[in-house]
């Protein structure tokens, strides 16, 4: 195939992908038509065909384009994190600024599309499209999993459901920060200045920080006999 057609194939591709994310993330993936997505990409529906065969499988492409960078630079700053400690376990700011920084660096991003992605994002947890959510599971599955024991490690005090949960609320958190703000205008009964994606950063990350370092629950603080759950040890840190 020629350079310039090869050019105006992957730009076609990309148009569509950029149309549909866009429409998904106003509208949500069950209203979001094919014929929406042909009119605003300026294609035919032959064209979505040819490159990704169904509207779920364009779905699961719009996802993974950005899906795959956003955890694979997780992975790459725990990884820089776990190198520098040594074997020693790190602080639980720095394993939540490594998993939740780069998603809102993302969201920041108002002019490569990052913003949109992770609107859309927050808005596809709240909707029941099944498929979607098996799928963004075995996405997220290995990631989860790396951080799940690094907060294990960071929080030897705290019992692993009582992360998991924690963990849970934060992802929920951050997904409906990013959303957008009509709850907030509807909670404040006033004027609230436009949703402003580089503002929710550090009351985010204060937020977040704050909720996984809040007391236990009586329920989490004892164990089945009704004693108190003692620390877990935390392993020995190894010399410089």
Known sequence: MPATESKTVADTRDRIL????????EHGLEASSMRM??????CNLAAVNYHFGSKDQLIQEVFRRRLTWLNRERLRMLDQLEGAARGAPLKPRQIIEAFFGVALEMAADTEGGGHTFMRLL???????YQFVR???A??????????KH????????????EILWRLHFMLGAMSYAISGTDVLKLAANAHVPEHDPTAIGPRLMSFLLGGLRAPLP???????????????????RKAA
């Open 18 to 25: 950029d149309a549909a994310e866009a429409l998904f993330a």
């Open 37 to 42: 997505i042909t009119a605003r990409a300026g």
């Open 122 to 128: 927050g808005r596809t947890y709240a909707e029941p």
């Open 134 to 136: 098996n799928f963004l």
């Open 138 to 147: 075995e996405e997220y599955a290995p990631v989860l999993d790396r951080f």
């Open 150 to 161: 690094a907060l294990y490690r960071a929080l030897p005090g705290v019992p692993e459901e």
């Open 218 to 236: 009586q329920e989490a603080a004892r164990g089945v006999n009704g004693k108190v759950i003692r620390a877990r040890p935390r392993a020995p």
